[in-house]
């Protein structure tokens, strides 16, 4: 059942935009046609703790958390936080990281909005699609500059 | 409205569902995981208001109820704790407009103290309850809610667990906003008012209306069997669960509950019947598990490993198969702390400093107890500081050790319940006095910065009249009521705390300073159009 599914981690800790950046995948899974469901684990965690967000797109998802071994694609902002979300890879588990980004973005405000970029060379959604809704949710030159920063993550800069 | 999908968690579809019911009043206090309901029913254009605690909400509720008004009331599960007094006679009074009580429970404790299962509330109050397992579900169910309430008169409980209310997916918004507008208001004392003999027969008539929704489950379309056809296992489920059964098991047949009190017993037995193994998959307590076998119907259960934490395809596949070994567990995730720059940082940077005995409450303040402070030796509930404080101090007696004991609450959570443990403090002082540290950091911080009466400001950020901690303290004849600032005159602090200690009297030292993520708040809010005149 799960094949028919792509399973997509965030992991990162309080701040760092993961709950954003999965909004914005889960928005984009919905406006393509799939199914999805979101799940996150938050709370005491926007104190600088670990946060985690669980996106899963497809035909039908029923369970609205990844399944151990089951991630298709970790999206970890903190480097440190893979080690915690471990479990829940596999062999094949695409792994996107700050170092897969320029020094710059890494440690810039927009970090999750350039790994976005670096997923969806993978996923393959439509760039106008994700430029929209980067808009939508970032007004004015902010929004301007996250575009910026995804097409740096997805190599169309 | 009507045939637009969009996405949504399901504490925002809850908030949708009741607009769309035209709902008078949404009324609750925040609490992880239900705090969204009444922040996204408000942004949507619906009235919705934070109570001082969830009894008042439940209590204006009910008022709203009376008055042939249609009530939400959101808190998480231990807010029903508080509200349960009222709850308990509600059920007997039976409402007017449709009351629909939501309770987010918490199972794996993500924010909160215990994950106690609320689904025992339907049962020990006499209430129907019904489940969502999705986004989509928990419109569906509020609306359904709202019908079932007025239909038999009584309030429902929606129970939600944090995965249903945090987790989301898309909503058909399917009902068209109804204008609804409660009809006159008609006084019936003979059933509003608890004097023992209209008590005694709202009872009855109470059980009768308990077996009336049974048979009204019966027939309904509240359970449904999915994947229907497997005889080898039968599975009945409700919430997030029957979601990680279709995924965990999908060879079974599934019964999903949507209402699971009054529950369908006939159904039940009937489904049973026709599966060689039928078990019951639940997170939390045996709640189905334990009222099938009262009903005579053998059922496989579950070890008690799986009473505690949340349910997972994972743990549903354990489950079933009785494993209990523990699932494979990643390296410790970070844990949270205080901001830097916190002012509750100073208190705790001082009360850890001067080896204080320390009675926490609820809130961002409990991290006190983390370290690098380790200052915290004991956080019960809301309120709980106070009481607890004066209690130790009067086991402790007229020692040194008394006089080191002090009791630390936040703003919030002082208006909720800290009020009566002053009162306590002022009318039972013990021998050495007392002292409670009462931070005020202007807003609900740790749910996430909801407005309180003390803040100025509504739910919906108008302007409000801001009730004085100090002249509260002051006016219920605390000896003395202090106010200083932890940042700016640090020395002053605690040279006060110890004068404080060391005296006989009844002291609330007032902490006052904002937390740095409300005045960023607030900083956007002064140059946003969001403040309302």
Same mark, same amino acid.
């Given at each position: 059942m799960s094949r028919d599914i792509t399973n997509v981690l965030f992991v990162g800790i309080g701040g760092q935009g993961i709950i954003r950046a999965s909004d914005m995948l889960t928005e984009a899974a919905f406006r393509l046609g799939f199914d999805v469901k979101k799940s996150e684990l938050h709370g005491m965690s926007q104190r600088g703790g670990s946060v985690s967000s669980d996106v899963r797109f497809g035909k039908k998802v029923l369970s609205p958390m990844v399944p151990v071994g089951m991630t298709d694609y970790l999206v970890a902002v903190s480097e440190d936080q893979i080690e915690v979300a471990r479990p829940y890879l596999n062999d094949a588990t695409v792994i996107v990281r700050p170092?897969?980004?320029?020094a710059d973005d890494a440690k810039s405000r927009m970090a999750n909005i350039a790994m976005l970029g670096v997923l969806n060379r993978y996923l393959k959604f439509p760039a106008d699609l994700w430029e929209t809704l980067i808009r939508e949710n970032f007004a004015g030159p902010v929004g301007e500059a996250n575009v910026l920063a995804f097409r740096r993550g997805a190599n169309l800069a | 409205m009507a045939d637009k999908k969009m996405i949504l968690s399901g504490d925002g579809a809850i908030a949708y569902g009741a607009k769309a019911c035209g709902v008078t009043l949404g009324a609750g206090y925040p609490g992880t995981?239900?705090?969204e309901i009444l922040e996204t029913l408000t942004s949507i254009g619906g009235a919705a208001q934070w109570s001082p605690n969830e009894k008042v909400a439940l209590e204006v509720a009910t008022g709203v109820s009376l008055g042939n008004g249609r009530a939400l009331v959101t808190m998480k599960h231990v807010g029903l704790n508080v509200a349960a007094d009222p709850l308990f006679t509600l059920t007997y009074m039976g409402v007017n407009g449709g009351l629909v009580i939501v309770s987010a429970d918490d199972p794996g404790m993500v924010s909160s103290q215990n994950e106690q299962d609320n689904r025992n509330y339907a049962k020990f109050a006499q209430m129907p309850m019904l489940e969502p397992s999705s986004s989509q579900e928990a419109y569906d169910l509020t609306i359904r809610a709202f019908e079932l309430s007025e239909k038999f008169k009584v309030p429902v409980l929606l129970r939600m667990t944090t995965r249903v209310c945090h987790s989301m997916g898309p909503v058909a918004l399917w009902k068209e906003d109804e204008a609804f507008r409660p009809a006159p208001y008609k006084a019936d004392?003979?059933?509003?008012?608890?004097i023992p003999a209209y008590a005694r027969r709202a009872h009855v008539r109470l059980i009768q209306v308990m077996r009336d929704l049974a048979a009204y489950n019966e027939a309904s379309d509240l359970h449904t069997v999915l994947n229907p056809g497997s005889s080898e296992l039968g599975i009945l489920s409700s919430g997030v669960s029957v979601q990680h059964v279709l995924e965990a098991a999908p060879e079974a047949s599934v019964l999903q509950l949507k209402m699971t009190w009054p529950l369908p017993m006939d159904a039940i037995r009937k489904f049973a019947s026709g599966v060689k193994r039928f078990a019951v998959v639940e997170e939390g307590s045996r709640f189905l598990e334990e009222n099938l076998r009262a009903a005579g119907i053998a059922v496989e259960g579950k070890e008690d490993v799986f009473e505690c934490g949340e349910l997972s395809v994972g743990r549903v596949k354990q489950l079933l198969a009785h494993d209990t070994t523990p699932p494979p567990a990643g390296a410790p995730g970070r844990p949270p702390a205080l901001c830097p720059g916190c002012p509750h940082r100073k208190t705790f940077e001082l009360l850890s400093d001067l080896k204080l005995t320390v009675l926490g409450d609820i809130g961002c303040y409990t991290l006190g107890v983390l370290p690098p402070f380790s200052a915290m030796d004991a956080s019960e509930c809301m309120g709980a500081s106070i009481g607890m404080g004066l209690g130790l101090r009067r086991s402790l007696g007229d020692t040194p050790e008394a006089r080191r004991v002090v009791s630390v609450i936040g703003d919030s959570t002082f208006l909720h319940s800290g009020l009566t443990g002053v009162v306590d403090m002022v009318y039972n002082k013990p021998a050495t006095g007392h002292v409670v540290l $009462? $931070?005020?950091?202007g807003t609900t911080a740790m749910t996430g910065l909801q407005e309180h009466a003390a803040t100025g400001y509504h739910l919906d950020k108008t302007p409000a009249v801001p009730i004085k901690l100090e002249d509260v303290c002051r006016a219920l004849g605390v000896d003395h009521v202090d106010v200083v600032d932890p940042v700016g005159d640090n020395d002053g602090y605690r040279a006060l705390l110890q004068e404080r200690l060391a005296s006989n009297d009844a002291t609330v030292i007032i902490v006052r300073r904002p937390c740095l993520m409300q005045m960023k708040k607030m900083a956007k809010m002064a140059n946003s159009t969001e403040v309302k005149k």
């Open positions: 170092s897969d980004l320029s | 995981p239900s705090t004392a003979t059933t509003k008012v608890m $009462l $931070l005020d950091n």
